[in-house]
């Protein structure tokens, strides 16, 4: 967004192999406070494995990942969580505990990592179900009784329960109809963008990435090839990045169809 | 030399599978009597493995007192010894069989069950949701699991010991027809209270295997529906057997001296 804002998230070389195979190489990302940063490419190039690295989920073989100043390679694990509360995440098939109701899907953050009691965390849940658009009647229920879009609704209310900084979305829009997904776009937006927490999305859908991005990175072979404000990806001057917004099979990058 | 190398990666194998498991068990213990702890599900467990592994242990207990009852009358009445089967069926059950097929069963119910509902949770990214709530998995889900376990088995023999020397005492009264107040006394006379603890002692023993078991290779379990399916045999296939070598080693411990 502006050049002022503070820098949220700081990542410097981050590498991380699962074996042989190199899926970060040496990556460098920088997100503002405020500001929604959404990483594209194609699909194995390590999106959710960048993600996975800054959650903590994945352990980084090298490199440096700063939340607001505090480096969290190698950070103890009661740090780790402490940190973890300023995230929001939003899973890519919604990863709703399905032996628990809706309403305490979306309280589970607030019962279990704040410790709030359960009728005042109920109350708030209600009213994060109200936000993404779902009424009383679905808080009841349990997530394998809704359908895609909704539980990924309900998984959106439950990343934004506790009021997160930090928002990560795993390909919000992966696997709905394209009004479903331009539906949990605008709620992406209004909220992230709106109440002005810092949103980091990974996606393969070049118009959910036009629709709730500040700033766009392309991740190819382990690094950032590419960054810029939305509007000027159709004129960055890498053929790489022109293919994929405009998917086409011919380019640089090529997939390994027959290997 | 390639039989070399296989025994080696073999022997590897072996070992660091062993330790990842340590590992795992000392980390679980850890947050067993780390705050915080989650109650509700420490009690859903509590009921899950106790009250609702009754129809199944119940079962178990009456038809190995009954059948134990009749084989040694079989074996014993070529020598008039007939009031040895009290004896019999009383110590070796609450020795031996009560927390051996306690423990076996309630392997297959609820070592099953934790295995693959953790294991889905695992392929689905339900722990790393967990994570991401500010909740450690570990203590979320596997302490919980565990207490319940080493709580809940010594109770659930103890039903099954008197279930066990009902079922024998059934057989013996209405089928052999032996005198019921004459059973009822060799039984007394029969039963120690070493035997009775012992098997307590180990049922707590199992009942820690077991959940561990179930908690660790759902835990570790990797790659969709099929992982999760291997991940539920192994959890009951190993926690048989370490409760059939355990059974050993404590019988050892408490008995030969």
């Not at chain 1, 190199?22 to 940063?37: P, Q, R, T």
Request: some cysteine; aromatic content about 8%.
């Amino acid at each position: 967004m502006t050049e002022k804002s503070p820098v949220k998230i700081a990542i410097r070389g981050l590498r991380k192999a699962f074996g042989v195979k190199v899926v970060l190489d040496g990556l460098d990302l920088d997100i503002a406070e405020g500001e929604s940063v959404v990483v594209i490419g194609g699909s194995g190039t390590g999106k959710s494995v960048l993600l996975k690295c800054i959650l903590g989920l994945l352990r980084p073989d090298r490199g440096s990942i700063r939340v607001d100043g505090e480096e969290m390679v190698g950070a103890s694990s009661a740090r780790r969580e402490e940190v973890n509360r300023k995230f929001g995440m939003l899973f890519q098939g919604a990863a709703l505990f399905d032996s628990l109701t809706v309403w305490e899907n979306v309280a589970f953050g607030l019962m279990a990592g704040k410790g709030m009691d359960r009728a005042r965390a109920r109350e708030i849940a209600l009213s994060k179900l109200v936000q993404v658009g779902l009424g009383g009647d679905v808080a009841a229920m349990h997530p394998a009784e809704l359908s895609g879009g909704m539980q990924k609704r309900v998984a959106l209310a439950r990343a934004i329960a506790t009021d997160p900084e930090i928002v990560f979305f795993d390909e919000p829009t992966t696997g709905l109809d394209p009004i479903m997904a331009d539906v949990i776009n605008t709620l992406i937006i209004e909220t992230t963008r709106d109440v002005g927490a810092t949103a980091l999305s990974i996606t393969h859908d070049m118009a959910s990435a036009r629709k709730i991005a500040h700033r766009i990175a392309m991740l190819h072979q382990g690094k950032i090839i590419w960054a810029g404000p939305v509007a000027d990806i159709t004129r960055s001057g890498d053929e790489r990045v022109d293919q994929f917004i405009h998917g086409r099979a011919d380019g640089p990058i090529q997939m390994a169809v027959r290997a | 030399m390639r039989a070399l190398q296989l025994i080696g990666s073999v022997v590897l194998g072996f070992l660091e599978s062993t330790g990842r498991l340590v590992l795992f068990a000392v980390a679980a213990i850890g947050h067993c009597f780390r705050p915080p702890i989650y109650w509700r599900s420490l009690g859903r467990q509590l009921v899950d493995i106790g009250y609702y592994s009754l129809p199944v242990v119940g079962l178990t207990a009456i038809f190995t007192g009954m059948v134990l009852a009749l084989q040694s009358y079989t074996g014993f009445s070529r020598f008039s010894a007939e009031s040895a089967i009290a004896t019999v069926v009383v110590v070796s059950i609450t020795r031996e069989l009560g927390p051996v097929l306690a423990g076996l069963m309630v392997a297959g119910r609820i070592g099953a069950s934790m295995a693959a509902e953790i294991g889905t949770m695992r392929v689905t990214e339900q722990l790393d949701a967990l994570t991401t709530l500010s909740t450690n998995p570990m203590k979320y889900l596997v302490a919980p699991r565990l207490i319940a376990g080493f709580v809940m088995l010594p109770l659930l023999v103890l039903v099954a010991d008197i279930i066990g020397v009902f079922g024998g005492y059934l057989v013996a009264v209405y089928k052999l027809g032996f005198n019921p107040s004459t059973y009822i006394q060799n039984t007394w006379e029969a039963f120690r209270f070493a035997d009775l603890s012992s098997g307590l002692v180990k049922a707590s023993a199992f009942g820690f295997i077991i959940t561990l078991m179930g908690c660790y290779h759902g835990y570790t379990s990797r790659g969709g529906a099929q992982g999760v399916g291997a991940a539920t045999t192994n959890a009951v296939v190993s926690a048989s057997i370490l409760i059939l070598c355990f059974d050993y080693i404590l019988t050892e411990m408490f008995f030969a001296r």
